[in-house]
Structure formats: structure tokens, C-alpha cells
């Protein structure tokens, strides 16, 4: 299971490198959502998948699943979303402004 | 040693920056918040700072967690000097942008930004964790964003894109980093870390993590991965890249010290060196740019990455010398830069331009200004009695006695090419035949020269006073070379 969300984690990672390295502002932003989608699979895998029960107290098991993985993602998640946003609101206003997504002729020169 | 007024110097600024932000069109409660938090902030600092003279290293355990499980604070000398320097500097800064700016860049979020971006430098200084280390790395560089769009200019919205890209790469990388290494070890305070590492060894997957680790902070540090540095700190106002050539690179700075003295001190042989190669290109592509470049901004935005080069000399020399040098030249250089960007935005205000070769004859209109910018040239260039001598003289000597004769030469000749660049603003800008005359010359606000002169004594106080600042400097620098210093203080079990 662990070799599958790895190889996932790689296609994820490989699609994203594709999309961040196009002269779309767009499809940059769209790679940068799926960097983050990788990586937090990365980090859960990193903490071993269920490979014992709940962590509680009540449960009556000798293993327990690391549930640190798990709070590492839900703060990343939120970064991600916060910085998401942030960007689609510069993208949009950098569109208006410049009237163009195209990242080769936001090139522009030194003074302006 | 556990203490609650660890948190108040990061609780502070993001208390009063949400705050701020419902009282968005008040000027001057903007004004009276912000730098009254910021001296606030600094006093509490400058007591922690001197406690830890006596008592040792500061903890905090949020929530009573102890360590190794709950996220805590630790504050040791390193940390504080540059959390005492980071809010002073910023006070001056925001003196600055207070005097200067029009309102409505004071009315515009611009201080609950800079509240935020110290509250996420801070919390880098002081945090023991991991992955706190992340997201007060992500609280510094959203509000550093929102800096550099502030005003939204074509230019700014431009570099923006860029700057943004890159750093969301690099804390991509950060977190690969982070998952490998919790995958590795299984912990993620970094006291714990280092017990784990040095009791284990650390194997070439180790090693690997820990190069990840630099490549993450070499692009915050603009160690070698500097290519965004220039074009992004040259297009905000002044103010913002005063703030950001004092304070961001500096973060990036103090997180390769903090991982690669505590946690990855085992295999110098690489680590180290591979350090010290950057360190030692970052100098020369500095160098050059700075020389290269007509463009009194990207000038002193080159001489933000030369900084940075001698700096880590230090840290790849690793001598107690060179790395006491290396804190003293963090401290100037925080002080500096933003004397420099300051300066250098009052310049542009003034004439309307940023290139070298439309200026002449300032001095005669602007004498203080002129000498305000010679005594930060004088001070980056290690001339006594300023600032930057003690870190030079401090780091030569290390390298000297680890016989490592090719940085140092880097590093000194690395200071000539500071000299130069700066001179050549300095001779063009200032001397030569005055453009314009007495009566078209525009007035320059009075008040822009106080936050300049106080960072002027502050140079000039340092490098006199270097003795003062002696005691708290050894023993960062020890603590540094030390690491089950900082180890023991994590696990000590008295509260």
C-alpha cells in the first residue's frame, strides 16, 4: 500500500513540475494546488498507514496508528488554501493590470 | 527554566495587528498601536535576553505538554539578539514609514502587515519545533507578500508573481524535507531531533534530508538560489524593502545556523563545505551584480546577497571565532541594510529616478542625507569604528586559524567590491556638479533624517560598544558550537 501512494505521490509530483514550468499564470496555480496535494500524501504515508487501531485511550489494542501525520496535514492544508487564495486574487489583479496571463511577456523591462 | 513571557514577543504583534485591522481607516491609531507594540516588544526581548544571562535557556511548553510532545519556545541567546534587533529595526522602520509615507500607505493594512511579518520572524527565532519553524516561515512570507503588492503597481505586481512562485516552491521542498525526516526519526522537536540523530548517526538518508534542509533555506536565505532576490526587494516602497533586506533573508540565515550546528553537525566534511562553496559563489555573483548593475536599488539589493555570502562564511568555517563574527555581522547587517534601503528610498524620492548616471551634485542640497548614506558605506565596508569591522576582523581570524585562506580572501575582497559599489553611487550621486538649483530643489521632510540618524548612532554604537554586546554574543556562540547546551535545557524536568 505504502509502494502505491509513493508512485501516486511521484505521478502527482510529476504533474505538477509539467504544469508550474507552463507560460500559463493559470495552469502555475494549478500546479502549485497539486505540489501540495502530493506532499500531503507524502507526509501521511511518512507516518505509516493504518497499521493499528484509533489512537484513544478506551481502545483495547497494543498498536496505534501515529496520528501526528494526520494534524502536520490539516495545518498544511490550511497554509495551501491561504496562500491558494492569495494567488488567484494577485493572478487576477496582475491580469487586469499587465492585460495578460502569459508569463513570458510579463518578462517586461528593468524600468518602468 | 520554564517562562510564559516567551510567548509575548510573537503574541504581541498578532494581537495588535488583528486589531488594526478593524480600525483600518485610523491613521493614528495605526500609528500609535504599531509602534507602541513594537517597543513593547522590544523591551520584553531585551529582559528575556538578560534573564537567560543568568538563568540559562528559556522554555515554554504550550499546553503543559513537556518535551518531546507538545510544541514549545526556546529562547536562547542567538535567538533573542536577532528578536531584539528585528524589533528595533522594524520600530525604526515603521518611524520611518510613518514620517515619510503618504496616508495611504498608513491606511492601506500596511502596519498590521509588518505586525504579522514580525510576528512570523519572531516566532522562526524562538520556536523548538519543526514544523512550527514551517508555519511561522509561512505567516512571515503571506504577510511578505501582501507587502510587496501593497500599492499594486504593474512592476510590483509582476516581481510579486515571481517571488510568490519560488517561495511556494521552497516550502513545498520544506515539507518533503519535513516528511522525510519525520519518517526518518519520528519526531519533530528539534532538541529531540538532534538527541535522535547524534544517538543513531547520521546515515547517508540523514544526510540527504539534511541537504534538502539547505537547499529549503539557502532559496529563503538567498544563499547561492538568489536569482529572485534582486528584482523582488527592488520594486516595493522603501519602507517594505528596508524591512525585507533587514529582516527576511536574515530568517533564512539563522534557520541554517540553528539545523546544521544542532541537528546535522555530524558530517561537516559535507555539509559544511558544501556550505562554504555557496557561500563562497553567493560572494562572487553578489559582487558582480552589485558592480554590474546602474540601478541604485538593484545595488543595494546585490549587497543584501554579499551579506549573506560572509555571513555563512562563518557558518562553514565553524570556528567559536568566525561564528561569534558571523552573530555580530548578523546584528550590523540588520541595522544596516535598512539604514541603506532607507536612505537609498529617500534618494529616489528626491529625484524622481533610480539610475545612477541622472543624478549628480546631491551633496549640496542634501548634505546630511549624503553623509548619513557615506557612514553605511563606511559601515558595510568594515570600516572602524562602525559596525561591520568587528564581525570582518571576527570571521578573518577564524579563517586564518582554520587555514581556510580561500574564503577569507573571498570574504575580504568580497568587502571591495561593497566599497565600490556603494562609492559609485556615492560619487555620482552625490558629488559632481548639482542639476538642480537651490530654488528647484524639492524640499526633503525633515522628519525622513530621524529614523536615518538613529540607525546612523545605532551603527556607530555597535561598533563602539561591541564590548557591551560581548557577553551575549560568546555565549550564543557557544550554545551554537554546544549542542547538548541546548539539548539539556529542552529536557531538564525543573519547571
Same mark, same amino acid.
Given at each position: 500500500?505504502? +509502494?502505491?501512494?509513493?508512485?501516486?505521490?511521484?505521478?502527482?509530483?510529476?504533474?505538477?513540475?509539467?504544469?508550474?514550468?507552463?507560460?500559463?499564470?493559470?495552469?502555475?496555480?494549478?500546479?502549485?494546488?497539486?505540489?501540495?496535494?502530493?506532499?500531503?500524501?507524502?507526509?501521511?504515508?511518512?507516518?505509516?498507514?493504518?497499521?493499528?487501531?484509533?489512537?484513544?485511550?478506551?481502545?483495547?489494542?497494543?498498536?496505534?496508528?501515529?496520528?501526528?501525520?494526520?494534524?502536520?496535514?490539516?495545518?498544511?492544508?490550511?497554509?495551501? %488554501?491561504?496562500?491558494?487564495?492569495?494567488?488567484?486574487?494577485?493572478?487576477?489583479?496582475?491580469?487586469?493590470?499587465?492585460?495578460?496571463?502569459?508569463?513570458?511577456?510579463?518578462?517586461?523591462?528593468?524600468?518602468? | 527554566?520554564?517562562?510564559?513571557?516567551?510567548?509575548?514577543?510573537?503574541?504581541?504583534?498578532?494581537?495588535?495587528?488583528?486589531?488594526?485591522?478593524? %480600525?483600518?481607516?485610523?491613521?493614528?491609531?495605526?500609528?500609535?498601536?504599531?509602534?507602541?507594540?513594537?517597543?513593547?516588544?522590544?523591551?520584553?526581548?531585551?529582559?528575556?535576553?538578560?534573564?537567560?544571562?543568568?538563568?540559562?535557556? *528559556?522554555?515554554?511548553? %504550550?499546553?503543559?505538554?513537556?518535551?518531546?510532545?507538545?510544541?514549545?519556545?526556546?529562547?536562547? &541567546?542567538?535567538?533573542?539578539?536577532?528578536?531584539?534587533?528585528?524589533?528595533?529595526?522594524?520600530?525604526? #522602520?515603521? *518611524? $520611518?514609514?510613518?514620517?515619510?509615507?503618504?496616508?495611504?500607505?498608513?491606511?492601506? $493594512?500596511?502596519?498590521?502587515?509588518?505586525?504579522?511579518?514580525?510576528? /512570523?520572524?519572531?516566532?522562526?527565532?524562538?520556536?523548538?519545533?519543526?514544523?512550527?519553524?514551517?508555519? #511561522?516561515?509561512?505567516?512571515?512570507?503571506?504577510?511578505?507578500?501582501?507587502?510587496?503588492?501593497?500599492?499594486?503597481? !504593474?512592476?510590483?505586481?509582476?516581481?510579486?508573481? !515571481?517571488?510568490?512562485?519560488?517561495?511556494?516552491?521552497?516550502?513545498?521542498?520544506?515539507?518533503?524535507?519535513?516528511?522525510?525526516?519525520?519518517?526518518?526519526?519520528?519526531?519533530?522537536?528539534?532538541?529531540?531531533?538532534?538527541?535522535?540523530?547524534?544517538?543513531?548517526?547520521?546515515?547517508?538518508?540523514?544526510?540527504?534530508?539534511?541537504?534538502?534542509?539547505?537547499?529549503?533555506?539557502?532559496?529563503?536565505?538567498?544563499?547561492?538560489?538568489?536569482?529572485?532576490?534582486?528584482?523582488?526587494?527592488?520594486?516595493?516602497?522603501?519602507?517594505?524593502?528596508?524591512?525585507?533586506?533587514?529582516?527576511?533573508?536574515?530568517? /533564512?540565515?539563522?534557520?541554517?545556523?540553528?539545523?546544521?550546528?544542532?541537528?546535522?553537525?555530524?558530517?561537516?566534511? *559535507?555539509?559544511?563545505?558544501?556550505?562554504?562553496?555557496?557561500?563562497?559563489?553567493?560572494?562572487?555573483?553578489?559582487?558582480?551584480?552589485?558592480?554590474?548593475?546602474?540601478?541604485?536599488?538593484?545595488?543595494?539589493?546585490?549587497?543584501?546577497?554579499?551579506?549573506?555570502? %560572509?555571513?555563512?562564511?562563518?557558518?562553514?568555517? =565553524?570556528?567559536?571565532?568566525?561564528?561569534?563574527?558571523?552573530?555580530?555581522?548578523?546584528?550590523?547587517?540588520?541595522?544596516? !541594510?535598512?539604514?541603506?534601503?532607507?536612505?537609498?528610498?529617500?534618494?529616489? =524620492?528626491?529625484?524622481?529616478?533610480?539610475?545612477?548616471?541622472?543624478?549628480?551634485?546631491?551633496? !549640496?542640497? $542634501?548634505?546630511? *542625507?549624503?553623509? &548619513?548614506?557615506?557612514?553605511?558605506?563606511?559601515?558595510?565596508?568594515?570600516?572602524?569604528?562602525?559596525?561591520?569591522?568587528?564581525?570582518?576582523?571576527?570571521?578573518?581570524?577564524?579563517?586564518?586559524?582554520?587555514?581556510?585562506?580561500?574564503?577569507?580572501?573571498?570574504?575580504?575582497?568580497?568587502?571591495?567590491?561593497?566599497?565600490?559599489?556603494?562609492?559609485?553611487?556615492?560619487?555620482? #550621486?552625490?558629488?559632481?556638479? +548639482?542639476?538642480?538649483?537651490?530654488?528647484?530643489?524639492?524640499?526633503?521632510?525633515?522628519?525622513?533624517?530621524?529614523? #536615518?540618524?538613529?540607525?546612523?548612532?545605532?551603527?556607530?554604537?555597535?561598533?563602539?560598544?561591541?564590548?557591551?554586546?560581548?557577553?551575549?554574543? +560568546?555565549?550564543?556562540?557557544?550554545?551554537?558550537?554546544?549542542?547538548?547546551?541546548?539539548?539539556?535545557?529542552?529536557?531538564?524536568?525543573?519547571?
Amino acid at each position: 500500500m505504502e +509502494t502505491l501512494i509513493i508512485i501516486l505521490v511521484g505521478v502527482l509530483t510529476a504533474v505538477a513540475i509539467y504544469l508550474v514550468l507552463s507560460r500559463n499564470l493559470i495552469r502555475v496555480i494549478l500546479g502549485t494546488a497539486i505540489f501540495s496535494h502530493a506532499v500531503h500524501l507524502l507526509i501521511l504515508t511518512m507516518g505509516g498507514l493504518k497499521n493499528g487501531t484509533v489512537p484513544l485511550l478506551g481502545e483495547d489494542a497494543t498498536i496505534f496508528v501515529d496520528a501526528l501525520p494526520q494534524a502536520l496535514i490539516l495545518t498544511a492544508i490550511v497554509i495551501s %488554501f491561504a496562500v491558494t487564495a492569495f494567488v488567484l486574487v494577485l493572478a487576477y489583479r496582475a491580469y487586469q493590470e499587465l492585460g495578460t496571463d502569459d508569463l513570458e511577456e510579463m518578462r517586461g523591462a528593468d524600468d518602468e | 527554566m520554564m517562562n510564559n513571557i516567551l510567548v509575548f514577543p510573537m503574541l504581541l504583534p498578532i494581537l495588535a495587528g488583528i486589531i488594526l485591522i478593524f %480600525f483600518r481607516t485610523h491613521r493614528r491609531i495605526q500609528i500609535v498601536v504599531s509602534l507602541g507594540t513594537m517597543i513593547a516588544v522590544a523591551v520584553i526581548s531585551i529582559y528575556i535576553l538578560n534573564t537567560i544571562q543568568t538563568d540559562g535557556i *528559556l522554555r515554554l511548553d %504550550f499546553g503543559g505538554w513537556a518535551p518531546p510532545f507538545g510544541i514549545l519556545f526556546v529562547a536562547d &541567546s542567538f535567538s533573542m539578539i536577532l528578536v531584539v534587533t528585528t524589533s528595533i529595526v522594524t520600530f525604526i #522602520c515603521l *518611524l $520611518y514609514a510613518v514620517i515619510a509615507a503618504g496616508k495611504q500607505m498608513n491606511t492601506l $493594512y500596511f502596519h498590521p502587515a509588518v505586525l504579522f511579518l514580525n510576528a /512570523g520572524v519572531i516566532g522562526s527565532f524562538m520556536t523548538g519545533d519543526m514544523f512550527n519553524l514551517f508555519v #511561522c516561515f509561512e505567516v512571515m512570507l503571506l504577510s511578505s507578500y501582501v507587502l510587496l503588492t501593497l500599492g499594486g503597481s !504593474k512592476r510590483q505586481l509582476r516581481e510579486a508573481i !515571481k517571488y510568490v512562485t519560488i517561495n511556494i516552491v521552497s516550502s513545498w521542498f520544506f515539507l518533503v524535507a519535513l516528511a522525510y525526516l519525520y519518517g526518518s526519526v519520528g519526531t519533530l522537536n528539534m532538541a529531540h531531533i538532534a538527541m535522535r540523530v547524534a544517538e543513531n548517526g547520521q546515515g547517508p538518508l540523514l544526510t540527504t534530508v539534511s541537504i534538502v534542509f539547505l537547499i529549503v533555506f539557502s532559496l529563503k536565505a538567498g544563499l547561492l538560489l538568489y536569482f529572485w532576490l534582486p528584482g523582488s526587494y527592488s520594486t516595493p516602497p522603501a519602507v517594505t524593502s528596508a524591512l525585507f533586506g533587514a529582516l527576511l533573508t536574515k530568517v /533564512g540565515i539563522y534557520a541554517l545556523f540553528r539545523v546544521f550546528s544542532l541537528i546535522f553537525p555530524h558530517h561537516p566534511e *559535507l555539509t559544511l563545505s558544501l556550505i562554504g562553496v555557496m557561500a563562497a559563489i553567493t560572494l562572487i555573483g553578489g559582487s558582480f551584480g552589485a558592480v554590474a548593475s546602474n540601478d541604485i536599488r538593484k545595488i543595494a539589493a546585490y549587497n543584501v546577497v554579499i551579506a549573506v555570502g %560572509f555571513i555563512l562564511v562563518g557558518l562553514a568555517i =565553524s570556528t567559536p571565532l568566525a561564528i561569534e563574527g558571523s552573530i555580530y555581522y548578523l546584528i550590523h547587517d540588520m541595522v544596516v !541594510k535598512a539604514l541603506l534601503f532607507l536612505v537609498i528610498g529617500a534618494i529616489i =524620492s528626491l529625484t524622481g529616478t533610480t539610475k545612477i548616471e541622472e543624478m549628480s551634485g546631491l551633496m !549640496k542640497n $542634501y548634505p546630511l *542625507l549624503g553623509w &548619513s548614506f557615506f557612514i553605511a558605506m563606511l559601515s558595510l565596508a568594515g570600516v572602524p569604528p562602525f559596525s561591520g569591522f568587528i564581525g570582518k576582523v571576527l570571521v578573518s581570524e577564524g579563517a586564518i586559524q582554520n587555514g581556510n585562506l580561500v574564503l577569507l580572501a573571498l570574504a575580504l575582497l568580497s568587502s571591495l567590491f561593497v566599497l565600490y559599489s556603494l562609492l559609485r553611487i556615492f560619487r555620482n #550621486c552625490f558629488w559632481g556638479e +548639482t542639476i538642480i538649483s537651490k530654488d528647484e530643489q524639492l524640499p526633503l521632510h525633515k522628519g525622513i533624517l530621524v529614523p #536615518c540618524l538613529i540607525l546612523v548612532l545605532l551603527t556607530a554604537g555597535i561598533g563602539l560598544g561591541g564590548e557591551g554586546l560581548a557577553v551575549y554574543v +560568546t555565549d550564543a556562540a557557544n550554545t551554537l558550537l554546544n549542542p547538548e547546551i541546548y539539548i539539556d535545557a529542552v529536557f531538564s524536568q525543573q519547571q
